[in-house]
């Protein structure tokens, strides 16, 4: 069984400022880990992804995120904070990178980003 | 370039009306394909999925059925719509049962489609 826990529903942070999303996650086997974001009335977009390379995974615009299997985490991070970054972010995992209608998605995180 | 198209982008219906979402994928061929439901303030949950023309299987028991009468064609439907079915619905796709490389289990998401029944 796989499950994933984004421990924030909402974050928000200023203009400039380091962004950090929380994931937690459990799984039976070796995961793939996902961000996803989705920007207001848009699909969900790749953010980046783990699939068992490095553990330091570098994604679009400026994001990234580190497989922390010891704290089973994949917290996502960007150093500083761009307006446009404001939308929901969705944290997801698959068990031992299988088929994609095994992905398990978090509730999903609501970044604000203030002036 | 592979390309997901989902329509339409919003709709409005009365409660017990029927309903058609379509979704196509381009520039790949024998995808399998996904429909997701977002509810308000929840995340995402897999509705059907679908790994071959004729192919459904369903995740959840609901008021909805789904139909891949192409091989790149995904369409989501209902007879009679209920007010619990609002919500903002997600078509995708993914590469077949590829094992090993980096892509075969990235999934790719249409646009999405605002459904609000009233």
């Known amino acids: 069984a796989q499950s994933v826990t984004q421990l924030d529903s909402h974050v928000s942070v200023s203009e400039g400022t380091p962004v950090l999303l929380r994931c937690n996650y459990s799984s039976s086997y070796s995961p793939s880990l996902f961000w996803y974001v989705q920007h207001p009335n848009k699909g969900l977009q790749l953010l980046l992804k783990y699939t068992s390379a490095a553990t330091l995974v570098k994604g679009i615009n400026g994001f990234e995120a580190e497989f922390k299997k010891s704290e089973t985490s994949f917290h996502l991070t960007k150093p500083s904070a761009h307006m446009s970054d404001a939308a929901e972010y969705f944290c997801v995992v698959s068990d031992r990178g299988g088929s994609a209608r095994q992905l398990t998605f978090g509730s999903g995180t609501q970044l604000t980003v203030l002036p | 370039s592979q390309t997901i198209h989902q329509w339409p982008a919003t709709l409005v219906q009365p409660v017990g009306s029927p309903l058609s979402l379509e979704c196509t994928v381009e520039g790949t061929s024998n995808p399998n394909l996904y429909w997701y439901r977002q509810a308000a303030g929840r995340g995402l949950q897999l509705l059907f999925y679908?790994?071959?023309?004729?192919?459904i299987s369903s995740e959840v028991p609901q008021n909805l059925s789904a139909s891949r009468p192409q091989d790149r064609q995904f369409i989501l439907s209902s007879k009679k719509l209920l007010l619990s079915d609002s919500g903002f619905y997600l078509c995708?796709?993914?590469?077949?049962?590829?094992?090993?490389?980096?892509?075969?289990?990235?999934?790719?998401f249409g646009e999405g489609s605002w459904l609000t029944v009233v």
């Open positions: 679908s790994v071959g023309i004729g192919q």
């Open positions: 995708a796709w993914s590469r077949g049962f590829l094992k090993g490389g980096t892509t075969g289990n990235t999934i790719y």
